[in-house]
């Protein structure tokens, strides 16, 4: 057949594999930055309920939202439900598609799928790379042109853990061309403990600014996929009609809906972070170790050069944790912070590696 | 904000907000085209095994696909799923943007989402009206025109229930240029009992044909959201690399490879909805109502030019069918074939009404 596919769709790489497997139990899984524990038994018990209404479309998005938007004293307007933050990565590039005005401004590293998504609909993607392993917003600012239609921030910043803080991206923000849409990834903000973290929530009737914010992290619900974006209502309208009619499905639905009122379990999952962190702090000193201080539930390790091989030696020892080679960071891996038990699981391989 | 959204995406129609309603126990519901029945007590069971593991990002599309595959005696590389066929739908529309050979046929009426989607990426959609209440396959032919991308077709057809045969079918595909990609939205076809239908599996690797198919019907996941397409195996890569990652969630994952499995479900969903079409031709013929015989999980009815407020008054008596005002059949509603209790108090109420 003559079917055609456009350069710019067959360039778009493929998400990384290495992402897609499925491991048994007794694996210690410390690679996509997931909550270590299950869904609380609030979630398993709403989840139950609704499984005999499965043959229905799902309903309770609008529900969703306005407790979304109650958590943060917004009207429901203000917020958008996606299938992950995903689909509001897509989103926002499907209404922003533009003939000429088609840059995107990224960090680099960050996450892989800002720019995945951004060559599949036809954007011109420029890089900037970190200082310091953190987001350099100066140098981003000036690598804006004419062309420059969105900036996608991450902060905390996938794969590096590190934040921009609240004075930067407040003169960032006031900086920007009124024409750019700002997309500010939060997945990991919960974790932040840093009281400079931006309160990038209070921009967004102001500026041309997005804040992503995840159900897959703190809240332990990677397996659902759901996202949410806050933004200028009459903006986030305009979004919406870009969404996939029930994309976010029933059981995502009514299971993001109860973690977002399971205080308990979102403090228990923190406060297990925290200690996680400084678990790993001590014992990498101890090791003498190099690491990157993190504000989310990942972190990095520098390892040397031998980085890609130990990844592959820990996963021989069904240990699995991210070699950070194809992020340019070829003395790196990047550790999700675990359980206790994984913590230590971990330590205890990479020990006898070394 | 200076922000702009194209007048493109500003166009786009909001998705029928009619279609988003949550409604309690004890309405009868025959509106959205869905399954009766609520999923098997396997289905229950493989989700209920998966819920400790939401907190991992979903695995297992690889074994669905493979499942699929299997089912029709295909290589796993010809299977896309989706987040419902909408996915799909879109992945077919990301993939095949072309700035000048931009135009979309489809037939009117058709399910909504192919014309939203369309505009959404930029396409110009065309389209061709039916011809006793069937897809015009030769009146679509004439349609096409060097800017032609893609031609959508449904078969059955949402909302007449009727279907185009074989031999129509395959006239239509060996006629069509091969630089156009059809596809073939087939999401009621296990409710066909004409034994024409078209094998249009048989297509796949001979011409740029894409079958898409659904959980959402016949095998009573509507609220999980997972679609698949059939295809030929390099053109499904293609599509593949504007994929979401992750976009079907684990639940989604294992209840779609359990209902695939379950046969008895399936057959006693089969058999329910040739009950209640029998039992509903023959009742309409007594009241002397005139209705389309269908091929589908539901139907059209001609009530009269009252059929809006018909519609109102069965909603005030908890019954939801579909006007069918907004697809230009204003003497019209569609029904959805429910079990045959909802069936009956259906006609009760209608016949009360007329």
Same mark, same amino acid.
């Given at each position: 057949m003559k079917l055609t596919v456009d350069e710019k769709i067959k360039n778009v790489p493929h998400y990384p594999k290495a992402m897609m497997y499925g491991f048994e139990d007794g694996w210690t899984i410390l690679s996509s930055n997931e909550n270590p524990f299950p869904p609380s038994p609030k979630v398993i018990s709403a989840v139950l309920d609704a499984l005999p209404t499965l043959n229905r479309y799902p309903g309770g998005e609008a529900e969703l939202k306005a407790a979304i938007a109650a958590s943060y004293s917004l009207e429901a307007g203000q917020v958008l439900i996606g299938n992950g933050s995903n689909e509001l990565i897509e989103m926002c590039l499907k209404a922003m598609q533009h003939p000429t005005k088609n840059g995107v401004i990224i960090s680099e590293p960050?996450? =892989?799928?800002?720019? #995945?998504? =951004?060559?599949?609909?036809?954007?011109?993607v420029k890089k900037v790379p970190v200082t310091d392993m953190s987001v350099d917003l100066t140098k981003l600012k000036d690598l804006i042109d004419e062309k420059t239609r969105l900036i996608f921030l991450n902060n905390p910043l996938n794969p590096t853990g590190t934040i921009f803080e609240e004075k930067a991206f407040d003169e960032f923000v006031r900086s920007i061309p009124d024409d750019i849409l700002i997309v500010v990834d939060e997945a990991y903000a919960e974790f932040a403990e840093n009281?400079?973290?931006?309160?990038? #929530?209070?921009? #967004?009737n102001s500026f041309p600014v997005i804040v992503l914010r995840t159900f897959s992290k703190a809240y332990g619900l990677a397996g659902l996929r759901v996202g949410y974006g806050l933004g200028e209502a009459s903006l986030m309208s305009f979004l919406?009609?870009?969404k996939q009619p029930f994309s976010v499905n029933t059981i995502a639905l009514i299971a993001a809906r109860t973690a977002l009122s399971d205080k308990d379990y979102l403090k228990k999952i923190l406060e297990n972070n925290k200690k996680g962190k400084q678990f790993f702090y001590k014992t990498l000193e101890g090791l003498s170790l190099e690491y990157v201080p993190t504000e989310a539930n990942f972190f990095l390790i520098k390892v040397g050069p031998e980085a890609g091989t130990i990844t592959k030696k820990l996963f021989d020892k069904e240990v699995l944790v991210r070699f950070m080679? =194809?992020?340019?960071?070829?003395?790196?891996?990047?550790v999700t912070i675990g359980t206790m038990e994984e913590n230590t699981r971990f330590i205890e391989v990479l020990k006898k590696l070394l």
């Open positions: 960050s996450f =892989a799928f800002y720019q #995945i998504a =951004a060559q599949v609909y036809g954007f011109e009281t400079s973290f931006p309160q990038s #929530i209070q921009y #967004i919406e009609r870009t080679g =194809a992020y340019g960071l070829s003395d790196y891996i990047r």
